[in-house]
């Protein structure tokens, strides 16, 4: 596509249910990043996906977070038994490569996915 | 991980005028891109500079690998300028982000 898509934009839910957040880069981009920004903060790392490598889950916060990459493309950030701390903006970016030193690393983001949980 | 530090943390200006925002880093890095987070939240990349200078329109970028900082130069700001500026940082799979400087300018 044109740009990063994530969905939902935004998302209500009860503390300890389940939710899933999507992401789809740009067509070509090999490398996908999911971040979380909490309310007036900075990026947290989350996960780094390229190509067919194993993902860096190193940015994972607990167990209840996982990540999977289909077809090096679509991205799904899943969330089980939410907490009210997991309440934020879930940004996901990709990149042509991860050429380290290489313009080809440029970042672009989606908009977004606002969690809340109630 | 980088420590990035971003200074200064709040700026209000008056339209028109110029501003140089700062990102010092920890440790060498092999990649440096400016962001602008608009009020709305969307990111957008402003530059990709792990060095040298670059500029684009009434925005300019300069990073000095050696001694660990870049800076941020906007001139003849507008309201549209609003909105947080990330620096971040990186030398491996991650990207490490400062906290930011929120810059508001006012008519």
């Known amino acids: 596509g044109a740009g990063v898509s994530q969905s939902p934009s935004n998302k209500v839910t009860e503390k300890g249910k389940d939710v899933e957040l999507r992401c789809d880069p740009i067509?070509?981009?090999?490398?996908l990043y999911w971040y979380r920004q909490s309310l007036g903060q900075g990026l947290e790392f989350l996960i780094y996906?390229?190509?067919?490598?194993?993902p860096d889950k190193s940015g994972l916060p607990s167990d209840r977070f996982s990540a999977e990459r289909t077809g090096g493309s679509v991205s799904t950030l899943t969330i089980q038994r939410t907490q009210q701390e997991d309440s934020a903006v879930y940004l996901c970016?990709?990149?042509?490569?991860?050429?380290w030193g290489s313009g080809a690393n440029v970042l672009t983001f989606g908009a977004g996915s606002r969690l809340t949980v109630l | 991980g980088i420590q990035v530090e971003q200074s200064p943390p709040d700026l209000i200006l008056q339209e028109g005028a110029n501003s140089t925002l700062r990102c010092n880093f920890s440790?060498?890095?092999?990649?440096l891109q400016w962001f602008h987070q608009n009020p709305w939240g969307q990111l957008i990349n402003l530059f990709y500079?792990?060095?040298g200078t670059k500029q684009n329109g009434r925005l300019s970028a300069t990073t000095v690998a050696t001694e660990r900082y870049s800076l941020l130069y906007i001139s003849s700001s507008q309201t549209t300028d609003s909105g947080v500026y990330f620096c971040?940082?990186?030398?491996?799979?991650?990207?490490?982000f400062g906290t930011g400087t929120s810059l508001t300018v006012i008519p």
């Open positions: 970016a990709s990149s042509l490569s991860s050429g």
């Open positions: 440790d060498s890095v092999n990649n």
């Open positions: 500079i792990p060095s």
């Open positions: 971040a940082v990186a030398t491996g799979n991650q990207f490490y």
């Open positions: 067509s070509g981009h090999t490398a």
């Open positions: 996906f390229q190509g067919n490598s194993a």
